[in-house]
């Protein structure tokens, strides 16, 4: 199999965990190579069910006034919509594991990589996905760089393709 699954993981409670183990048993199962990425200490049991591990304790969730989320409410009566809340931005803490995700797995010389969120179910089909990337033919695998999808819950890469969208992410898009 030419294709690494790259899961992308913040599993910082025991349920969360436990969906983990069960996502690497299954693609174990399947007989997919897995590199597991997470900013958070994981046992040795999970860190051994895995070809690959990359714990990264850098996790740079950013805050305002950098960035943040903003949650802005109508009030009812005259007066116009008024900020309720700031929160802080968790997205680049994603997008930085996913390009330090990138920058290791394309030294391993695999033909497609399958970036799929730790809390994805896999189903039947999201497997023959998986098994049958090099078919290129399939709504989730992304051949061109352009055709990065927005979601990367669940996405398979082509190597020349993620080649190019890793250079292109970065803190300030």
Same mark, same amino acid.
């Given at each position: ?9 913040h599993?910082? !409670?025991?349920? @969360? ?35 690959? *591990?990359? *714990? #990264? !304790?850098?996790?740079?969730? &950013? ?11 109508k ?6 919509? $008024? &900020? ?5 931005? *968790? ?8 390009? @330090? ?5 394309? %030294? &391993? ?5 399958s970036?799929?969120?730790y +809390? ?6 999201? +497997?023959? *996905?998986i098994? %049958?990337?090099? %078919? ?14 927005? %979601?990367? /819950? ?6 020349? $393709? /993620? ?9 300030? #898009?």
């Amino acid at each position: 199999m030419n294709n690494l699954a790259v899961i992308l993981s913040h599993c910082d !409670t025991s349920e @969360k965990v436990d969906i983990l183990r069960k996502l690497i048993k299954r693609l174990k199962n399947l007989g997919i190579d897995t590199l597991l990425c997470s900013h958070i200490p994981l046992e040795i049991s999970i860190q051994q069910d895995v070809a690959y *591990y990359i *714990y #990264d !304790t850098d996790n740079p969730v &950013l805050h305002w006034p950098e960035n943040a989320v903003y949650k802005w409410e109508k009030p009812t009566g005259p007066t116009g919509p $008024a &900020l309720h809340a700031i929160f802080p931005d *968790y997205g680049w803490a994603a997008m930085d594991q996913i390009k @330090k995700a990138c920058n290791f797995a394309l %030294t &391993l010389g695999y033909e497609f990589y399958s970036f799929i969120n730790y +809390d994805v179910m896999l189903t039947p089909e999201l +497997d023959s *996905y998986i098994l %049958t990337a090099f %078919t290129l033919n399939h709504p989730v695998v992304c051949t061109k760089s352009h055709d990065f999808p927005i %979601t990367t /819950l669940f996405t398979i890469v082509k190597k020349d $393709a /993620l080649e190019e969208i890793s250079t292109r992410i970065n803190k300030n #898009d």
